[in-house]
C-alpha cells in the first residue's frame, strides 16, 4: 500500500508561480512514476506531467516552459513548480503513484489564478 499527499496549492495572481509537492509513502519500489494530473469543473480529468524514477520527464503542450516536475528518490518526492500561472491553470490538481501496474492517487490540492 502507498500513500500519497499533495501540498502547496494556494491562490495567486496571473504571472504568479507556485510549487507543489507530492510526498508517497508506504511500499515503495525501486522503479515508478510519479504525475500531476488537474481537473477544473466540467472538464476531464488531464495528465500535466510525468516523472519516473529514472530522471525522465514529460508534459502536456500546455504548460511546456512554464512547468517543471523533478522528482526526489531519497525522500520519495515530486515537485511541480509552475511558473507564469494562467487563469486557464486554475483546477484541482492531483498526484499520481505508479509502480508495477498499481496506482495510488492523492486526494487533490487546489490551485487557482485570479487576479
Known amino acids: 500500500q502507498v500513500q500519497v499527499v499533495e501540498s502547496g496549492g494556494g491562490m495567486v495572481q496571473p504571472g504568479g508561480s507556485l510549487r507543489l509537492s507530492c510526498a508517497a509513502s508506504?511500499?515503495?519500489?525501486?522503479?515508478?512514476?510519479m504525475s500531476w494530473y488537474r481537473q477544473s469543473p466540467g472538464k476531464q480529468r488531464e495528465l500535466v506531467a510525468t516523472?519516473?524514477?529514472?530522471?525522465?520527464?514529460n508534459y502536456v503542450d500546455s504548460v511546456k516552459g512554464r512547468f517543471t516536475i523533478s522528482g526526489d528518490n531519497v525522500k520519495n518526492t515530486a515537485y511541480l513548480q509552475m511558473n507564469s500561472l494562467k487563469p486557464e491553470d486554475t483546477a484541482v490538481y492531483y498526484c499520481?503513484?505508479?509502480?508495477?501496474?498499481?496506482?495510488?492517487w492523492g486526494q487533490g490540492t487546489q490551485v487557482t489564478v485570479s487576479s
Open positions: 499520481k503513484y505508479g509502480s508495477y501496474g498499481l496506482t495510488y
Open positions: 508506504g511500499s515503495i519500489n525501486n522503479l515508478y512514476a
Open positions: 516523472v519516473t524514477s529514472g530522471g525522465s520527464t
